[in-house]
């Protein structure tokens, strides 16, 4: 055997054991990265969460300072919701954060938020509410509007939202006759329940403030009769 043949014989040896060393070896083992197991809170999700919007919702609304109203006293004065809610000082009322609803109220194509806090009445049953309307000017809120509604079925807030541009407020009762007749027609003493009803008033931004377009409807809802359909505020 010529030792070319043998060479070729040597090397074609060598190059069959590598491909099998190839095949037959186990695949290197590789370690998976460190997983963090430990769960986020619901206030670092929150945040995150407002991290990553911009406009209106950037703004945080359960910690942030509003005016007080004519109707609630000491307008010139202001308050500071902390988590959502404001510890009564000064002979003031306690404040909480009831709902947030964002939308366009003013045409312009930009968002709004619409802010409903609940008025802690101590020492009653009353349930009143306060709406705030903020936009933006730049990164900063500015208020558009802002009042107080009545309690439950005098007044009291059943929603507030944006439609086609404009803001709608929807009340309970107000002007209205609620309760029971003590008298059926016959004459006969009964108990007879009186119709529940609601108002649903549209409004347009001119521009400087809120005005109403056209009469205010006037609807009945038996089921949740008193009660705020907003949807309920999400605190971390």
Known sequence: MSKRFSWRISFAVLVAAIVSACYLSPPRSVSAPPQNN???TPSEIEHAERK???GIRAIDFSNFTYPWLRDLGKPTES???RGGKYEATNDNVPMQMFSVVYGDV???GQEEALVALDVIVEGGSA???VIYIYATEGTKPKLLWAFATGDRTDGGLRRVYPE???LVVELYGRGKIIGTDLFA???TSALRP???YYTRARYRWNGAKFQRKGPAETLSDPDRYGIPIMPAFRSG
């Open 38 to 40: 430990v769960a986020a």
């Open 52 to 54: 990553n919007v911009s």
């Open 127 to 129: 349930a009143p509410n």
């Open 164 to 166: 086609n541009g404009m």
């Open 79 to 81: 308050f500071t919701l």
């Open 194 to 196: 009186l119709p529940f």
């Open 106 to 108: 003013t045409g312009d």
């Open 185 to 187: 027609d016959d004459g």
